[in-house]
């Protein structure tokens, strides 16, 4: 059971995320354990991330990647608005949401994608203790990317960043900070990419009472047996 977190209500979490499907995202991990396995993995994720939204006692958002997708995911999330993603990069995606979120009246905007199970209530309420002083607050990821972007104020523009790049961490803080942000590291976790990455996963769940964990950890543990 999800336990709602200590948290004010107006801030917003809103999941990025893509409707699980043979050949549709987790390209990279699908070529190392197979597309069937890869989609087993990416469904329980994205059921971590929904957990996320569910225990969250604010505003949530779902924003799969499809137009034709909010159908799908107000069925996962009844509790969230849902507004689909726009074309373009991630970085423009990103933009025209939370250009929209803000123009519906949101101010404090946290974002998650559906990779990182990692991330802890106590990450939510550090992130959040974090913005009552700084505009933007990141929580980075082991490879370079982020886990986690939450912010005060509209992003810069994103298009033009190392999207899928180590770099990204650092050319992201580098934007805002030009446009006159303060920003912050609020830790550093990891999301899953590829093979390499489900060990990290398995240890730093093995521990979590949450049942979407619980069940990750299962998969997890399974596909290793299998293929020792």
């Not at 974090?130 to 980075?140: G, I, S």
Request: glycine share 6%.
């Amino acid at each position: 059971m999800t336990t709602k977190q200590t948290l004010p209500t107006d801030a917003a979490l809103v999941l990025i995320c893509k409707r699980p499907a043979l050949g549709h995202g987790k390209q990279r991990l699908a070529v190392q354990v197979g597309v069937e396995r890869a989609l087993e993995i990416a469904e329980h994720l994205l059921d971590c991330a929904l957990e996320d939204l569910h225990s969250w006692p604010g505003p949530v958002v779902i924003a799969p990647d499809q137009s034709d997708a909010c159908d799908w995911a107000i069925q996962q999330a009844p509790q969230a608005l849902c507004l689909a993603q726009t074309a373009g990069n991630l970085g423009e995606r990103i933009n025209n949401l939370d250009h929209s979120l803000r123009g519906l009246g949101h101010r404090q905007l946290l974002y998650i994608g559906s990779d990182a199970p990692a991330l802890t209530p106590d990450d939510y309420r550090r992130v959040h203790t974090a913005l009552q002083a700084q505009d933007t607050v990141l929580v980075a990821a082991r490879d370079g990317g982020v886990v986690l972007m939450a912010s005060n104020l509209p992003w810069p523009d994103l298009a033009a960043l190392p999207w899928s790049t180590p770099e990204l961490g650092h050319a992201l803080a580098d934007a805002c900070r030009r446009v006159g942000h303060s920003v912050s590291l609020s830790g550093e976790l990891f999301d899953i990419d590829e093979k390499a990455d489900l060990p990290l996963a398995a240890q730093a769940l093995a521990d979590d009472p949450r049942a979407a964990r619980r069940r990750l950890l299962k998969t997890l543990n399974n596909l290793e047996r299998r293929q020792a």
